[in-house]
């Protein structure tokens, strides 16, 4: 028998829309209605503070393994809220329906690293060091302190992958005999150079290099 969930929209207050879909589907199916069926590109899930959606619940899993229609709720399981002001760039719906179509998409968290901070910078994953606390902006020059996406790259040595700002962690390779700072294994150094060019324009590159 196949079950559904119905889930409500707010944007962040006002209810938007209603979406329902099958329970056996995954993360996935869900997400696509709702990046391509509204303005929505920040989604969180529940309450505010609660879960995201593609960052913290893995679309590769079915949307019963996280939410269930209770028989005596009409069709109100879940609150869906979007965020207008700035928030962590990792957190944007987009990005995740992007990781789960490439081929990378069994692997979760893409690193091990992820809900952690940057090893060398140590500012966290997605916006720059002393977000939340200084200026709304970081100088141009100042790559090696941003941490926003298209400054990050995953290094895989093994079967563990980290991520690195791509900037800081040059440099480190420069200054530390072309070894991975973390793990002190050595690196190609000009195949890596030559990834950096080819992924300019790649969400999350993979550099699996040694």
Not at 87 to 116: Q, T
């Amino acid at each position: 028998m196949t079950t559904t969930i119905t889930f409500k929209i707010y944007a962040p207050f006002t209810l938007e829309k209603k979406i329902t879909i099958e329970s056996e589907k995954n993360l996935y199916d869900l997400a696509v209605q709702l990046n391509t069926s509204s303005a929505y590109h920040v989604m969180k899930l529940g309450e505010i503070g609660g879960p995201v959606l593609g960052h913290d619940l893995n679309l590769n899993s079915t949307i019963a393994s996280h939410f269930s229609q209770q028989e005596e709720q009409e069709d109100d399981v879940l609150l869906c809220r979007k965020f207008t002001g700035f928030i962590n760039p990792v957190h944007k719906l987009g990005l995740w329906i992007k990781w789960y179509e490439g081929p990378s998409r069994e692997r979760w968290p893409p690193a091990c690293n992820w809900h952690d901070v940057e090893p060398i910078n140590l500012a966290p994953i997605g916006v720059w060091n002393g977000w939340g606390s200084g200026p709304t902006v970081v100088v141009p020059t100042n790559k090696e302190e941003n941490n926003e996406l298209s400054h990050l790259i995953i290094l895989e040595i093994g079967k563990v992958r980290r991520v690195y700002n791509k900037f800081v962690l040059l440099r480190a390779l420069y200054c530390n005999g072309s070894k991975d700072p973390t793990t002190q294994t050595p690196i190609n150094l000009h195949r890596f150079l030559e990834i950096l060019i080819e992924t300019t324009n790649t969400v999350l590159p993979i550099c699996a290099i040694v």
